[in-house]
């Protein structure tokens, strides 16, 4: 304990502010808790009373300094960040919103552990903040506007990305592969169209191969079977609901690079539609594609795959509304006929809230920036890798 003052002493001066802030003898209270304060300065409890009593005399800026002294002992404490931030923007400070920002960081997950005078300031520091951000956002969007003209597309959206980002407005999402990660890659959630020359030809094939889809379900679904087949041993407990569950199906045309003759065999044209797709050949690993149908009313959780080595492409097929894929900081509606690149990598998920079925095709495709000469020798390692398991030396030798 700092200063002079016997813990007996620190109480009787407790209970002396409290006993004048009851009969609203300010004064006599802003001398009782300033000498605690400084008689027990690493707790932040007597400087946050002090602020209060000097903000209820109107001295904001002692009030202000008292917070300072009080976060210096306790630098995380939502409370004083908050009146801080508060009594900033009484003061008119440029910085108040800010402050906001920082207050909320420190801010209970659970609101309902908050009093009302705690709970309305902080849902005032969201408005403030919010406000503020949204200027912000806009301000330096018109900064860059400025050679707009001589970006891609895709350039404007990363500077879009490099914007939010800093504002703290997207999450930072990046490539999390249960598996195989291959160093170097771009973290994007979907993939530009022209880094996928063959992607109009494919989805040109999507009225054909959809009519073999319907002749699959007009024969009962049969071929599908559960895209989720895990040990329930295994620590996958993510996938507990889904688990050996047809809600979510698969029709399996390639796993793991075998070909399903008797599922492949009744779609032909789908598989001439493959064969022109840059797809992994790996033994155990790829080429993999499938119609995958998801039921109604269900929801694949969020997860993510294998090896960034690879990119997943869907083309939908059968698409009620209601029916939604999120990959990162993005969220959209499949569209008939029009396909996309991503990144499953990246934590993402999919629902159907709709009362039909869903069904895509889902298929893996190289990632375009892997050159040919990676490709062999990752192609080389995985292999290597499942064959070792299989011939590994014992320590017997």
């Keep these: 304990m700092a200063g002079s003052l016997t813990q007996i002493e620190m109480e009787a001066l407790d209970e002396a502010a409290r006993t004048a802030m009851q009969a609203r003898d300010f004064h006599t209270a802003r001398r009782c808790l300033a000498q605690l304060a400084e008689a027990d300065p690493d707790h932040v409890e007597p400087w946050l009373k002090l602020a209060a009593v000097c903000r209820g005399l109107g001295d904001l800026q002692a009030a202000l300094d008292a917070l300072d002294r009080g976060l210096i002992a306790a630098p995380r404490h939502y409370v004083a960040l908050l009146m801080r931030a508060t009594l900033m923007e009484k003061t008119h400070h440029p910085d108040a919103a800010d402050a906001f920002g920082i207050a909320l960081t420190q801010a209970p997950e659970n609101e309902a552990l ?41 350039e404007q959206k990363k500077i879009r990305f490099f914007i939010e980002d800093a504002l703290h407005l997207r999450t930072r999402y990046v490539q999390e592969p249960v598996q195989f990660y291959y160093p170097g890659l771009p973290h994007y959630e979907y993939f530009e169209r022209d ?9 040109a094939a999507t009225d054909e191969i959809r009519e073999e889809l319907l002749g699959v379900i007009d024969e009962g679904f049969t071929g599908f079977t559960p ?22 199906g698969a029709f399996h045309l390639v796993r793991g690079g075998r070909r399903y003759d008797q599922n492949a065999d009744r779609c032909p044209r789908t598989m001439a539609a493959l064969s022109k797709l840059p797809q992994p050949s790996i033994s155990n690993r790829g080429p993999n594609a499938m119609f995958s149908a998801l039921k109604p009313h269900t929801r694949i959780p969020p997860h993510t795959g294998v090896s960034n080595t690879r990119l997943v492409c ?13 990959v990162g900081n993005e969220t959209r509606p499949w569209k008939m ?16 809230d709709s009362d039909e079925v869903r069904i895509i095709l889902l298929v893996d495709v190289w ?8 490709q062999v020798a990752i192609k080389a390692a995985m292999e290597a890798m499942d064959a070792y398991g299989a011939s590994a030396p014992t320590e017997d030798g």
């Design 367 to 374: 990632n375009p920036f892997i050159n040919p000469v990676e």
């Design 227 to 248: 895209y989720v087949e895990y040990d329930a041993t295994l620590p996958l407990d993510q996938w507990k609901d889904l688990n050996h569950n047809p809600d979510w």
């Design 314 to 326: 869907h083309l939908p097929l059968i698409m009620p509304d209601q029916c939604f894929f999120r």
């Design 195 to 203: 880094l996928f020359p063959w992607l109009e030809a494919f989805e």
């Design 114 to 154: 908050l009093d009302g005078p705690t709970l309305a300031a902080t849902r005032h520091a969201r408005q403030v903040h919010a406000r503020h951000i949204a200027a912000k956002r806009d301000f330096l969007a018109k900064t860059v506007e400025e050679g707009a003209h001589q970006r891609s597309a895709f």
């Design 337 to 352: 006929g029009e396909a996309w690149v991503f990144d499953d990598t990246i934590n993402h998920e999919a629902w159907n």
